[in-house]
């Protein structure tokens, strides 16, 4: 199935494409996260078999701490991504493309008892060839959507720029061109940077290496960040 893309607006005009990811990758990141959490699991086994009745006792507790809590801490603590989410450059986000909440996160781990029936997460398989954005029951409910994510590296030249207002008011199909710029700029050279800058020269008042740090500055203000 072909990933798709949601587009969704911010309160700033802005549009955002969120390029949601489809079956096949979701499988393979939950696959890494079964792994792991069975080597977790095993670990603590051998350390509590030691210890008899007691230790089958607490083994219980932590298999059912393990298995359910995994998912929803790392969603909600390390920005929608589990181990295997990360390794597959995947990223639960609100369907607004906000982050992930503790309660987003629980009710979407929660539903798995139901996209898992009636065996090998049949539920959750038809539902996400049935959507549009390949959400799985758990999703739908929760408001949520998984989507390809670059890693936190790509953007830190941006990130890295202090915010800037246009000289101008831009358009909306300037803004989004301001904005895809910062996104990719990690990919392009520093020659294409100061040439893609300096055709916009007029929005930011400079060119060259002082263009291409102002574009990343609009962009940033652009999308509301203000420190």
């Known amino acids: 199935?072909?990933?798709?893309?949601?587009?969704?607006?911010?309160?700033?005009?802005?549009?955002?494409?969120?390029?949601?990811?489809?079956?096949?990758?979701?499988s393979l990141a939950w696959l890494i996260d079964l792994a792991i959490r069975m080597a977790l699991l095993m670990a603590i086994?051998?350390?509590?078999?030691?210890l008899g009745a007691f230790g089958n006792g607490v083994y219980l507790i932590l298999l059912f701490v393990v298995f359910w809590a995994y998912p929803v801490v790392f969603e909600a603590m390390y920005g929608g991504q589990t181990p295997g989410k990360r390794a597959l450059g995947l990223r639960v986000v609100s369907a607004d493309g906000a982050p992930i909440g503790w309660?987003?996160?629980?009710?979407?781990?929660?539903?798995?008892?139901?996209?898992m029936l009636p065996f090998g997460y049949g539920a959750g398989l038809v539902?996400?060839?049935?959507?549009?954005?390949?959400?799985?029951?758990?999703?739908?409910?929760?408001?949520?959507?998984?989507?390809?994510?670059?890693?936190?590296?790509?953007?830190?030249?941006?990130?890295?720029?202090?915010?800037?207002?246009?000289?101008?008011?831009l358009q909306a199909h300037e803004q989004l061109a301001v904005i895809a710029f910062a996104e990719r700029a990690h990919a392009l050279t520093d020659a294409r940077q100061r040439e893609l800058a300096d055709i916009v020269a007029p929005v930011t008042g400079a060119r060259?290496?002082?263009?291409?740090?102002?574009?990343?500055?609009?962009?940033?203000?652009?999308?509301?960040r203000r420190a």
Request: proline share 9%; aromatic share 2%; net charge positive.
């Open 103 to 115: 309660m987003a996160s629980f009710v979407r781990n929660l539903m798995r008892t139901v996209d």
């Open 208 to 224: 060259g290496e002082t263009g291409v740090m102002r574009l990343l500055g609009v962009a940033n203000w652009l999308l509301g």
């Open 127 to 169: 539902a996400s060839l049935a959507d549009p954005w390949s959400r799985r029951l758990g999703d739908m409910v929760a408001g949520t959507l998984v989507i390809h994510a670059p890693r936190e590296r790509t953007r830190t030249a941006a990130l890295q720029v202090s915010p800037l207002a246009p000289a101008a008011p």
């Open 1 to 26: 199935m072909l990933d798709t893309v949601r587009e969704v607006h911010t309160p700033e005009g802005v549009a955002l494409r969120l390029p949601a990811a489809g079956p096949v990758p979701r």
């Open 45 to 50: 086994s051998m350390v509590l078999g030691m």
